[in-house]
């Protein structure tokens, strides 16, 4: 009988166990568009939004991620890669190429809701990824795109 009662309060347990890297890798999957953008001087956004015309990011429930910049000229730089999610520590990591070289891009994230999730991660790989300016930690909101 004891053994039943802790089998069922485990089960119990594990059902609603939110540290499940599964969870976050489903609420990850999707588009996202960048809505949001500072680092350590400042608001960024309005430097984003003269330099680019959008950010999107997606991410599949494979493992399989895609960033788009497209910047005002309309000209388009493409970044594919993978990522991880750890639900755990709050933290992802998307592997990228650019050029011959592969590049970690080490996030940690929020979920505000379903429909928003705050980034923030060092300016160095976004500003080689992405040829920014960013200077210190870049802090990045993205909000759920169709």
């Known amino acids: 009988m004891l053994f039943a009662a802790l089998v069922l309060s485990a089960s119990g347990f594990l059902g609603c166990d939110n540290s499940d890297p599964a969870d976050d890798t489903e609420r990850f999957s999707g588009n996202w568009e960048l809505t949001g953008v500072s680092d350590n001087d400042g608001d960024k956004l309005s430097t984003f939004n003269a330099n680019f015309e959008s950010l999107t990011a997606e991410f599949d429930m494979s493992g399989n991620a895609t960033f788009t910049a497209v910047r005002s000229d309309l000209s388009t730089t493409v970044v594919q890669g993978t990522y991880s999610v750890d639900t755990a520590d709050q933290s992802m990591d998307a592997t990228v ?50």
């Open 97 to 146: 190429s650019v050029g011959s070289a592969s590049t970690v891009l080490s996030f940690d994230y929020d979920f505000v809701n379903d429909d928003r999730m705050d980034l923030s991660t060092s300016a160095i790989p976004l500003n080689i990824a992405f040829g920014t300016t960013l200077v210190g930690t870049a802090n990045i909101t993205m909000d759920r795109s169709e």
